[in-house]
Every structure is written in structure tokens, then in C-alpha cells.
């Protein structure tokens, strides 16, 4: 099944302490993409990658890291969380650029609700 | 500054109704939009998409329709059924940056039995 993963679905942590949540997708897709949700905000873009070795900031980047070693997998790195970082996080991905063709849109994961407390 | 916002934060339908969930956005210069529709515990799932050369598309009992000169999008929902009460997105994206895709802060659809 086409699928974009991710782990965990719930985390609760302390402040300070460094977490990953990972991110896989099976569909060999070149984009993908970090987004958060808060409740009145919606969803904003944390990081994206275009490809391998290759990422940008979104809207949101302060407080992450990200990398793309393989093109399969787009984890996302608190290294010091803060209470402010309590979120529901998504990860996505795309086949081709938004925009170029119809029905690319991103592929959601169902998402990691992370507690920082 | 850009944005994306919708005119109903909430939205009652009866079942068999058609729905229509509206969308602002501000930026000019987006060219593409898209409808994400969110079911509870779910990530957002990708329904239909419009290109800003288009007026209008269809898909499978939804449409999506845009006014670039009020800057408005809207989404049209014929026979609304139980399960396609969520939360509906747009989202719009630039040609400038083609992977960055602004969402707007979503709309309530209930759909009433």
C-alpha cells in the first residue's frame, strides 16, 4: 500500500530533551515535506525537500532540523524541545513539484502528536 | 503578507444537500490551489486541485470553482453524505516556490443525518 509512515503517533517528552520522528514513504517520491497543526494556525511548513541532500525552510523552521539522506526517508530532529513545540506534526510527499500536472498534491502520514512538557 | 483564510470556520449540511465551503486568499501571485479534506485522527487527504488558468474543475461529486479577481476559491460538494464530514482545507502555492503551500486554518463540515 502506498503510504507515507510515520513514528510515533503519540510522544510525550521534557523540555531539553533532543527527539526524532521519523518519516518513510514507499512511492519513490522526490518531495517531501514537515508541516505542524495548531488548533486556529492550521498547517504550517516546518522544512521541505526537494530531493536527496537537498532541503529549505518553510514558515516555521526555528526549533528543527531535518535531513534527506535517502530518498525514502525525511525525519525530523527537535534537538532541545521547548514547551512550544507541543503539536500535532505531519510529515508528506509528493511525486513532482506542486502545480506541475493535477492530483500531485502531498500525500499525508497520519501524523505524531508531540507533548513537551 | 499572504494568507489563506476561509469565510466559515463551521459549516451544518443535511445529508443529500449540496455543500459549499468558500476560501480568501491574498497573494496574487499563487497559481495553484488545493482542497485537503481532514478526517478526525487523520492527515489531511488531497481531494481536488485547480491550476489559476482554469475557472473551474470537477471531480468525482465535488468541484472546485476560482475567482482570481476576489482572490476566492470554493468547493462544491453534491449529494453531501455522513463521510464527508471533516475539516476541509485550502491550500494555495506559488510559482515562485513551487513546494511551498500556504493552508488556510480549515472549515468544520457536519453533515446531518
Known amino acids: 500500500e502506498a503510504q507515507v509512515t510515520q513514528n510515533p503517533r503519540y510522544l510525550i517528552t521534557v523540555t531539553g530533551k533532543k527527539l526524532t520522528v521519523t518519516c518513510s514513504q514507499n512511492m519513490n517520491h522526490e518531495y517531501m515535506s514537515w508541516y505542524r497543526q495548531d488548533p486556529g494556525l492550521g498547517l504550517r511548513q516546518i522544512y521541505y525537500s526537494m530531493n536527496v541532500e537537498v532541503t529549505d525552510k518553510g514558515d516555521v523552521p526555528e526549533g528543527y532540523k531535518v535531513s534527506r539522506k535517502e530518498k525514502r526517508n525525511f525525519p525530523l530532529i527537535l534537538e532541545s524541545p521547548s514547551p512550544n513545540q507541543t503539536s500535532l506534526y505531519f510529515c508528506?510527499?509528493?511525486?513532482?513539484?506542486?502545480?506541475?500536472?493535477f492530483g500531485y498534491g502531498y500525500t499525508f502520514g497520519s501524523g505524531t502528536r508531540l507533548t513537551v512538557v | 503578507g499572504e494568507s489563506v483564510g476561509l469565510h466559515l470556520p463551521t459549516l451544518s449540511v443535511q445529508e443529500g444537500d449540496n455543500s459549499i465551503i468558500n476560501c480568501a486568499y491574498s497573494n496574487s501571485a499563487s497559481d495553484y490551489f488545493i482542497w485537503y479534506k481532514q478526517e478526525s485522527g487523520k492527515g489531511p487527504q488531497f481531494i481536488i486541485d485547480?491550476?489559476?488558468?482554469?475557472d473551474k474543475r470537477q471531480g468525482q461529486r465535488v468541484t472546485v470553482l476560482l475567482n482570481k479577481t476576489v482572490k476566492h476559491l470554493s468547493l462544491q460538494i453534491a449529494a453531501t453524505q455522513p463521510g464527508d464530514s471533516a475539516v476541509y482545507f485550502c491550500a494555495e502555492n506559488g510559482l515562485s516556490s513551487y513546494d511551498k503551500v500556504i493552508f488556510g486554518p480549515g472549515t468544520s463540515l457536519s453533515v446531518i443525518p
Open positions: 485547480i491550476r489559476s488558468n482554469m
Open positions: 508528506a510527499s509528493s511525486l513532482k513539484p506542486l502545480g506541475q500536472g
